[in-house]
C-alpha cells in the first residue's frame, strides 16, 4: 500500500506550536494550494485550503522558520480523523501528517532565518566573490 503526498503552498497563518503531555512538539498549520485550472465564469484559480500536522523536530523547524505567506513543500501522508463536534456529530476531517517540509521560495529581504538549510557554514560575501591569495595568473589545468 501507498500513501504518499507532496504539496506546495503558502501558509494561510502561523504554524501553531503546541506540546503533548510526553513533552512531543507538535505544530499545525493550513496550506493554500491553487488548483491548475482556473474556472470557466470567474478566470480564476481555485484554492485548496489543507490542514498539515507536524511532529517533533519537523514541528519544531517549521515553527521556527516558517511563517504567514511562507511558500512550502510539504512531503508526508494523507490521514483522516474521526471526531465528534460539541453538539455531538461524529465528523471525519483529512490533514496531511507531514515527514519533511522544505522552502518552496527564496528568502525574503528584511528576512534573517537561514533558507539553505546548512546552519552551521558561514555567510558568504556580500559580492559573492573573494580574493584568492596565491594567484599567479595561471590557470590550474
Known amino acids: 500500500m501507498l500513501n504518499k503526498i507532496v504539496l506546495q503552498g503558502r501558509l494561510s497563518k502561523n504554524p501553531e506550536l503546541r506540546h503533548t503531555q510526553g513533552g512531543n512538539p507538535v505544530a499545525s498549520f493550513r496550506l493554500a494550494v491553487d488548483r491548475d485550472f482556473k474556472d470557466k465564469q470567474t478566470g480564476e484559480k481555485a484554492t485548496d485550503w489543507i490542514d498539515v500536522v507536524a511532529w517533533r523536530n519537523t514541528a519544531e523547524f517549521v515553527s521556527r ?51 539553505s538549510g546548512d546552519y552551521g557554514a558561514p555567510e558568504p560575501q556580500q559580492d559573492g566573490f573573494s580574493e584568492l591569495a596565491d594567484d599567479d595568473g595561471k590557470l590550474p589545468f
Do not use: C, P
Not at 460539541?86 to 490533514?95: F, L
Open 65 to 115: 522558520y516558517f511563517t504567514k505567506g511562507r511558500m512550502a513543500v510539504v512531503e508526508g501522508r494523507l490521514q483522516m480523523r474521526d471526531w465528534t463536534d460539541k453538539d455531538g456529530n461524529k465528523r471525519t476531517s483529512a490533514e496531511v501528517v507531514a515527514d519533511h517540509i522544505y522552502f518552496g521560495d527564496s528568502q525574503r529581504s528584511g528576512d534573517t532565518s537561514n533558507t
